[in-house]
């Protein structure tokens, strides 16, 4: 089978669209598909060592539209698999009219979307008319899946659910010292070191995991709080009030802060850690890149509830613990009890395995196969 995958970012830019792509791309060529990815002009002009990346879009408007149809002409897929949404696509409508040109030119279209429910209203009805145009259209969660299967009520047999997995990648055995990376942030070999992971921005919920960190400080003077990830340009403000906070805390020795690092660096900060709190203001979901990197990763997780049910294999205090969003006495003492128990965080880390297994890249790589055969 011949693919190719279409999505406006792709590593080394910034997206985790873009990550996921590449992992996707990259476990699909694993099972014999012959994998083309079309994406956005990018200076560092990377190639890839198993798929054929074709850098040619400068801007998803009518021109860029007319360059991917003359990429896929000379690809000739069997598939063409659009992602939605991706941070360079901008809001052109061309990208709303594609997969109903590509089924009148007659190829077959699976598209992604992975943010469905919680795009704005416009969005969302862009999103719905490529769904209505596409041949197949893959969702990441339950709620996206069942809003789906509810509008497109004629063809609910071509909405599928296939779960995201971690983009981040565990090193390879002793490729690392992880005393040497706890060193970095001050930690002792000993102490509790407590991570975030994600993109740094006001849903986060950072300003209150800062705030619980200064109650477990105050009782357990050696922990650290290691903040994996960067702020936007449009973020400029919120980092000076959450560093702000942070001096005004006293913590400023107690919290570091990575800024921007490679997946690789990513990783190891994350072997590095005991523990990994998120807490969203809105709630755990399996859209949630950043839960799935910890798990992958054998770190206990401390999260939100829900505002939806999680799958069956999430179970609350056996290999993840929820916390009432925003309730920060709550939050600190969950870290607290992780933080004092290493008994427990063996447990959960032992629990962990199963449930990384449910989420993991073969097994999406197999299931989206199954769907570009059934078109």
């Not at 690092?261 to 072997?271: I, P």
């Not at 999680?310 to 179970?315: C, G, K």
């Not at 447990?347 to 999406?364: C, G, H, S, T, Y």
Request: some cysteine; proline content about 5%.
């Amino acid at each position: 089978m011949r693919l190719c995958l279409v999505t406006g970012a792709f590593p080394p830019q910034r997206c985790g669209i873009g990550d996921y792509t590449e992992c996707l791309g990259r476990h699909l060529a694993g099972m014999g598909v012959e994998v083309h990815v079309v994406t956005s002009v990018h200076r560092s002009g990377e190639g890839h060592a198993t798929l054929k990346l074709h850098r040619i879009i400068r801007r998803w408007n009518f021109i860029g539209a007319m360059r991917l149809l003359l990429a896929l002409r000379k690809i000739k897929p069997d598939v063409v698999h659009l992602q939605f949404p991706s941070v360079r696509y901008g809001r052109v409508a061309s990208l709303s009219l594609m997969p109903g040109i590509l089924r009148a030119l007659r190829y077959k279209v699976v598209l992604t979307l992975h943010e469905y429910t919680i795009a704005q209203r416009l969005n969302r009805a862009r999103q719905l008319a490529m769904a209505t145009a596409a041949t197949e259209v893959i969702t990441t969660n339950l709620q996206d899946c069942t809003a789906l299967r509810r509008r497109l009520f004629w063809k609910p047999g071509r909405i599928h659910r296939i779960n995201i997995a971690s983009n981040i990648e565990v090193p390879p055995a002793g490729s690392f010292d992880r005393n040497t990376r706890r060193g970095l942030i001050g930690a002792q070999a000993d102490s509790s070191v407590i991570c975030f992971f994600g993109n740094l921005h006001p849903g986060k919920g950072l300003d209150d995991l800062v705030e619980a960190f200064g109650i477990v400080n105050s009782e357990i003077p050696d922990t650290r709080l290691l903040i994996i990830g960067t702020f936007s340009p449009a973020d400029t403000l919120y980092s000076c009030m959450l560093r702000r906070k942070i001096v005004e805390a006293g913590l400023l020795d107690k919290i570091h802060i990575t800024g921007f690092v490679t997946r690789r660096q990513v990783s190891e900060f994350l072997l590095a850690s005991d523990i990994c709190v998120l807490p969203f203001p809105d709630g755990l979901s399996v859209r949630r890149g950043s839960f799935f990197a910890a798990v992958h990763h054998g770190l206990p997780v401390i999260t939100t509830s829900p505002q939806f049910p999680l799958p069956e294999s999430m179970i609350d205090g056996e290999n993840i613990v929820l916390v009432t969003p925003r309730n920060i006495q709550q939050l600190a003492e969950s870290i607290q009890t992780l933080a004092r128990s290493p008994e427990i965080r063996s447990r959960m880390k032992q629990n962990l395995v199963v449930l990384d297994r449910r989420f993991a890249w073969p097994e999406i790589a197999r299931r989206t196969l199954e769907v570009y055969n059934s078109t």
